[in-house]
């Protein structure tokens, strides 16, 4: 199943919006879905015995993700950001729908969250959907071993955590929680708006322990719904970033908008020099071949990416083709053009007559060398 490219191309200083075409992301979409609902066809009908491992509902796409796989010229960032960002999205990846379980992780004290979440004003639906509240220091004494953290991680499908103490749950949850992208917390809101007075915002009373920084149920239950709508992008250093954006049981419509609108954000906020720096965007399926929707036919920013200045590419080739042996034979023997290693060579008694052998592959190497770097400069310049 091949696809012909988007024609857009990223213009360099072109200050006019790229972005993907809607009908090429639509026929990707389309094409993706078809494949992979062809391939699970035809995987269900070869096996001719049931298998005692494999779940009774293995023909149920709605669990299979879409993502989009998004390749720059050069990497996003220079360090991993365990914190995830957040893209909201028209048709979210955790609706009612999905029969998804959350864990809120809160500051100090839970009861007072736990009130919150459990009131009237708060939405019974989405109460119901957040089965643990648990504040940090709870977190911190009892979930510091590994097989208390491998029980909470698979208690719940996605994990909420206070944007106050998010920096700090790498050290208590580890790589249980962090080695992949699946269910690393996701950052939220959750302390109380304070309104300005004077133009300043007035500082919490700490002494005072009726005045707890806790938002109101209508603001938490905001926050909480937009985590729940948006895609999650994990940045890497690195020129791929892959973003889930949708499920296999969606309809191509559905995930081309997902598409078109997690693409242009992903660029405009996360991508240094925005379009001029995007080689490429695919969406693919966990064992499919990505399907393209853009591609640019500058493969690089500048030319500074490619060829380096003259001094500097033929001191590169030079210690290209320099081999271990090479290497091992100067550091050991002195030049043979200077007066002292001549007058060293004639002093010195000689040994086997391997030794002539060995001058002779010596000269004959530095000869072939000399006429590789003659050849290479004059194609640089």
Same mark, same amino acid.
């Given at each position: 199943?091949?696809?012909?490219?988007?024609?857009?191309?990223?213009?360099?200083?072109?200050? $006019?919006?790229?972005?993907?075409?809607?009908?090429?992301?639509?026929?990707?979409?389309?094409?993706?879905?078809?494949?992979?609902?062809?391939?699970?066809?035809?995987?269900?009908?070869?096996?001719?015995?049931?298998?005692?491992?494999?779940?009774?509902?293995?023909?149920? !796409?709605?669990?299979? =993700?879409?993502?989009?796989?998004?390749?720059?010229?050069?990497?996003?960032?220079?360090?991993?950001?365990?914190?995830?960002?957040?893209?909201?999205?028209? /048709?979210?990846?955790?609706?009612?729908?999905?029969?998804?379980? @959350?864990?809120?992780?809160? %500051?100090?004290?839970?009861?007072?969250?736990?009130?919150?979440?459990?009131?009237?004003? *708060?939405?019974?639906?989405?109460?119901?959907?957040?089965?643990?509240?648990?504040?940090?220091?709870?977190?911190?004494?009892?979930?510091?071993? &590994?097989?208390?953290?491998?029980?909470? *991680?698979?208690? /719940?499908?996605?994990?909420?955590?206070?944007?106050?103490?998010?920096?700090?749950?790498?050290?208590?949850?580890?790589?249980? *929680? &962090?080695?992949?992208?699946?269910?690393?917390?996701? =950052?939220?809101? !959750?302390?109380?708006?304070?309104?300005?007075?004077?133009?300043?915002?007035?500082?919490?009373?700490?002494? #005072?322990?009726?005045?707890?920084?806790?938002?109101?149920? $209508?603001?938490?239950?905001?926050?909480?719904?937009?985590?729940?709508?948006?895609?999650?992008?994990?940045?890497?250093?690195?020129?791929?970033?892959?973003?889930?954006?949708?499920? $296999?049981?969606?309809?191509?419509?559905?995930?081309?908008? #997902?598409?078109?609108?997690?693409?242009?954000?992903?660029?405009?906020?996360?991508?240094?020099?925005?379009?001029?720096?995007?080689?490429?965007? /695919? @969406?693919?399926?966990?064992?499919? %071949?990505?399907?393209? @929707?853009?591609?640019?036919?500058?493969?690089?920013?500048?030319?500074?990416?490619?060829?380096?200045?003259?001094?500097?590419?033929?001191?590169?080739?030079?210690?290209?083709?320099?081999?271990?042996?090479?290497?091992?034979?100067?550091?050991?023997?002195?030049?043979?053009?200077?007066? $002292?290693?001549?007058?060293?060579?004639?002093?010195?008694?000689?040994?086997?007559?391997?030794?002539?052998?060995?001058?002779?592959?010596?000269?004959?190497?530095?000869?072939?060398?000399?006429?590789?770097?003659?050849?290479?400069?004059?194609?640089?310049?």
């Amino acid at each position: 199943m091949v696809m012909a490219p988007s024609k857009e191309v990223a213009v360099a200083g072109s200050n $006019a919006m790229d972005s993907v075409d809607p009908d090429q992301t639509l026929k990707a979409s389309k094409a993706l879905l078809a494949h992979i609902k062809k391939a699970a066809k035809e995987s269900s009908g070869e096996s001719s015995k049931k298998n005692l491992l494999d779940d009774e509902d293995d023909e149920d !796409l709605s669990d299979m =993700p879409i993502w989009l796989t998004l390749t720059t010229k050069r990497h996003i960032t220079d360090k991993a950001r365990l914190q995830p960002g957040k893209i909201p999205l028209p /048709h979210s990846l955790n609706g009612d729908g999905q029969p998804t379980t @959350i864990c809120a992780i809160v %500051a100090d004290p839970q009861r007072a969250y736990k009130n919150v979440i459990g009131s009237e004003e *708060f939405p019974a639906a989405l109460a119901k959907r957040i089965t643990r509240v648990i504040d940090f220091s709870k977190l911190k004494a009892k979930y510091g071993q &590994y097989e208390a953290q491998r029980k909470l *991680f698979s208690e /719940h499908d996605i994990f909420l955590a206070d944007e106050r103490i998010i920096n700090r749950l790498p050290k208590v949850l580890g790589k249980t *929680f &962090y080695k992949t992208s699946l269910k690393r917390p996701i =950052p939220v809101a !959750l302390e109380a708006k304070r309104r300005k007075v004077d133009g300043k915002r007035p500082k919490r009373d700490k002494t #005072n322990e009726d005045d707890l920084n806790v938002g109101t149920a $209508a603001d938490i239950a905001k926050e909480v719904e937009k985590a729940l709508s948006s895609a999650l992008v994990s940045l890497s250093p690195s020129t791929n970033t892959a973003v889930r954006v949708g499920y $296999a049981a969606w309809t191509a419509q559905q995930i081309a908008e #997902n598409v078109e609108v997690v693409t242009k954000a992903l660029v405009e906020k996360w991508v240094p020099q925005k379009w001029r720096n995007v080689k490429s965007v /695919h @969406i693919k399926g966990p064992t499919t %071949a990505a399907l393209p @929707i853009w591609l640019t036919d500058e493969l690089w920013l500048d030319d500074m990416d490619v060829i380096a200045d003259e001094a500097g590419s033929a001191q590169a080739l030079e210690k290209a083709n320099v081999g271990k042996k090479r290497k091992s034979l100067e550091g050991a023997r002195p030049e043979t053009d200077s007066p $002292a290693a001549k007058k060293a060579k004639k002093a010195a008694p000689k040994t086997e007559g391997d030794d002539e052998v060995l001058d002779q592959q010596i000269a004959k190497r530095k000869a072939s060398l000399r006429k590789q770097k003659a050849a290479a400069k004059k194609a640089i310049e």
